[in-house]
């Protein structure tokens, strides 16, 4: 959807090693976001970008850090994974804050 | 941070409309989404309505807004077995965040 694309798709990793994530964007999108979702919540915000080294953060960010040096990547980090960051992870992008967002299809992580 | 509600589950028998329920807290709202998520998939928008607006309808999708009441609805004309997902609501409030409904999940009985 709207050019979205996350890698890996899956990935499973140990307690205390990095992972991080990707969203790549073809639309030239300003906004991106980074979402998890868990059993019993729904979607929660983690980190958004307003544009190229533009970064806040949303509901969730304990633990995670992103980076924004072009516009069609935003990288999601977990420094030192814990099994409390197991989850799907969900990007998305939009034009501006008022267009509606759009999501790529996710990534699941397992953190053992 | 603001609250979203929705049921959990909802089974309708394919021909039949259903409609998906969703109550939110926040006044100051300017939009208000619902997404479709199948499988394995990410959200896939399917409408949204601005907070001035009672009724917006699409194609089989109709959604109704009630500001008095926080409450707003989803009803698909004439589901399909096709129709099967989760749904979910959200409403826009800030600049910058969107705050989710935990998601229903519609089953469709053929």
């Known amino acids: 959807d709207a050019g979205i694309t996350q890698s890996p798709r899956h990935k499973v990793t140990e307690t205390g090693t990095p992972v991080t994530l990707r969203c790549h964007q073809t639309?030239?999108?300003?906004?991106m976001y980074w979402y998890r979702q868990d059993p019993g919540h729904g979607l929660r915000l983690i980190h958004y970008s307003y544009g190229v080294k533009d970064t806040d953060k949303g509901e969730v960010s304990d633990g995670y850090s992103v980076s924004r040096s072009k516009t069609e990547d935003f990288l999601l980090t977990l420094e030192s994974a814990t099994s409390s960051q197991t989850s799907v992870y969900f990007c998305?992008?939009?034009?501006?804050?008022?267009?509606?967002?759009?999501f790529g299809d996710g990534t699941r992580l397992s953190i053992l | 941070g603001e609250d979203v509600e929705q049921s959990l589950f909802l089974s309708v028998r394919e021909g039949d409309s259903s409609v998906i329920n969703c109550t939110y807290t926040d006044s100051s709202s300017t939009y208000l989404y619902w997404y479709k998520q199948e499988p394995g998939a990410g959200l896939q928008l399917l409408t949204y309505i601005f907070s001035n607006m009672d009724m917006k309808q699409d194609q089989r999708l109709t959604v109704l807004l009630n500001k008095k009441d926080k409450h707003l609805s989803l009803r698909i004309a004439d589901t399909q077995t096709g129709d099967s997902a989760i749904y979910f609501c959200?409403?826009?409030?800030?600049?910058?965040?969107?705050?989710f409904g935990t998601g229903t999940r519609l089953t469709v009985i053929p």
């Open positions: 959200a409403e826009k409030t800030g600049a910058n965040n969107l705050f």
């Open positions: 639309e030239n999108h300003r906004y």
């Open positions: 998305a992008a939009a034009g501006d804050p008022n267009q509606p967002q759009h």
